[in-house]
């Protein structure tokens, strides 16, 4: 490890008790010690990386921004062997029988178990490759308690703070409630919570930020800011139910969204249970859209949670989702009131007779051959 101090190679004998034996100064992480694989400057790096122009973070969100670093997530549909494997170990059981022919005498009781044995996994790799795996859940190396305990909490006993970016929540967040809000953000996830108010989020949208649905006030649009499950979509579509006169806006993922090769989180709880459809998800019109194999991917207890989404990308998402709830809608048109023009329909009627439009060069007329006109008054 490289000491962030003086920045020289130090083997693990060389930095024990966390002190660098070159410069005599003491560091927060040491890769073998600590959870996570990390160290100073791989940490700092992370929270950089993850926080850039001014975006701050929790420490929930960078133990997922650090579980995605050491996952290795698939490329596509993996089979469980290979053409090529079979090939190879084939040829080192010709190798080892020849061996063992040429040898002789107890060699046979040596290496025939050895040939045995990779003819063995040879077949295995020859059957494999007709045969694909099954999705594996997100697999994490540490515990969240143990990131915020070991990890984050190592870094304030020596530095004394977490890093910039790296928000330090002191007291839970409690709702915010700007002056005159133009929408209402639901958001029963305290992480994602948490997220949002460490950036200032309502007094930037104007909006005001709710925990639970009884928070939410009238006459507002509404967003929901959700995981990705089926429990979730069902949340929603019930939402949606009770405030019929409400534009009720959907923040979160579909299973599209997440599916390989996506570089997403994918949990499976409950083992292989099969779930059964909500009655008010059944009947909603979001749910009869989504496609057999999604609706599948969901009944078959898998999920994705919001807050491990890299944090621009779920900053971008909430956003985008703000923007939708405030859009001006068009006016509706009442029996035997004159149609209103909306602007995007005034833009294209304005286009086909060339209001504001860049003058377009008139062609020359052809004369029925390919060659230039030549003027001929003599």
């Known amino acids: ?13 060389e930095r024990t008790g966390h002190t660098c034996s ?10 073998k010690v600590e959870p996570g694989r990390l160290h100073d400057t791989k940490f700092r790096e992370l929270v950089a990386k993850a926080a850039p122009g001014g975006l701050r973070i929790t420490v929930e969100q960078l133990y997922w921004v650090n579980e995605r670093r050491l996952y290795r997530f698939p490329t596509g549909q993996e089979r469980r062997g290979s053409v090529t494997g079979g090939m ?13 022919f040429g040898i002789g005498g107890l060699a046979y009781l040596l290496l025939d178990p050895l040939a045995f044995l990779f003819g063995w ?13 099954p999705p594996r859940p997100f697999g994490t190396w540490v515990r969240p308690e143990d990131f915020e305990r070991r990890v984050a909490g190592r870094w304030r006993q020596v530095y004394g703070a977490l890093p910039d970016g790296l928000a330090e929540l002191t007291t839970a967040a409690v709702p915010t409630w700007p002056t005159r809000p133009r929408a209402v953000v639901l958001c029963e996830l305290p992480a994602v919570f948490d997220f949002l ?18 928070q939410l006030p009238a006459g507002l649009p509404v967003v929901v800011v959700r995981d990705l499950s089926l429990t979730a979509l069902a949340r929603t579509a019930r939402l949606r139910a009770e405030l019929p006169d409400r534009r009720v806006v959907d923040c979160g993922l579909l299973p599209r969204a997440v599916d390989v090769p996506a570089r997403a989180v994918r949990l499976r709880t409950g083992g292989a249970k099969r779930l059964a459809v909500p009655d008010v998800l059944a009947g909603s019109p979001g749910w009869q859209r989504l496609p057999d194999r999604e609706r599948e991917w969901l009944l078959d207890n898998w999920s994705s949670p919001l807050i491990a989404l890299p944090p621009v990308k779920l900053m971008a998402l909430l956003d985008k989702a703000v923007e939708r709830a405030v859009a001006v809608t068009a006016t509706p048109v009442r029996a035997g009131a004159a149609e209103v023009e909306s602007p995007a ?17 008139v062609p020359a007329p052809r004369t029925g051959t390919d060659t230039t006109p030549t003027d001929d008054t003599s």
């Open 88 to 100: 190879v170990l084939a040829m080192a059981v010709v190798l080892v029988v020849s061996l063992s």
């Open 121 to 133: 996994l040879s077949y295995r790799q020859f059957q494999g490759a007709k045969q694909y795996r």
């Open 345 to 361: 329909e005034t833009r294209r009627r304005a286009e086909r007779i060339g209001f504001l439009t860049w003058p377009q060069a």
């Open 1 to 13: 490890m490289i000491c962030p101090h003086c920045h020289v190679d130090r083997r693990q004998r």
């Open 22 to 31: 070159n410069c005599r100064k003491v560091f927060a992480l040491d890769p």
């Open 197 to 214: 108010h460490v950036n200032g989020f309502a007094e930037r949208h104007r909006v005001a930020l709710a925990r639970t649905p009884a």
